[in-house]
């Protein structure tokens, strides 16, 4: 079973940026559809942004026009570049395939993005 890997997260002001990573480790080739995910304090895990295995991607309402998702799957990574960031984009990110795995045991560390002045 591939494991993957959060990093990138952080301390951010309203309107800046971050680049998450999600690092396989093994091939994410086989895996048709990767997701970005996020849950924030007191809330369920929700579905941010998904990019097929051809690069179609989609987004949450909530993040469209400043969220990009991106896969590289010769390096076994899928990347979230978060533009505009605002204080409700708060919560921890998590990748993983979609649809999202219902164990709890299936899900990594995540990352934890915080945006504040």
């Known amino acids: 079973q591939v494991q993957l890997v959060e990093s990138g997260g952080g301390l951010v002001q309203p309107g800046g940026s971050l680049r998450l990573s999600c690092a396989a480790s093994?091939?994410?080739?086989?895996?048709?559809?990767m997701g970005w995910y996020r849950q924030a304090p007191g809330k369920q895990r929700e579905l941010v942004a998904r990019i097929t295995r051809g690069g179609i991607t989609a987004y949450a309402d909530s993040v469209k026009g400043r969220f990009t998702i991106s896969r590289d799957s010769a390096k076994n990574t899928v990347y979230l570049q978060m533009n505009s960031l605002k204080p409700e984009d708060t919560a921890v990110y998590y990748c993983?395939?979609?649809?999202?795995?219902?164990?709890?045991?299936?899900w990594g560390q995540g990352t934890q993005v915080t945006v504040s002045s």
């Open positions: 093994g091939s994410i080739f086989g895996i048709v559809v």
């Open positions: 993983n395939k979609y649809p999202g795995p219902t164990r709890d045991n299936d």
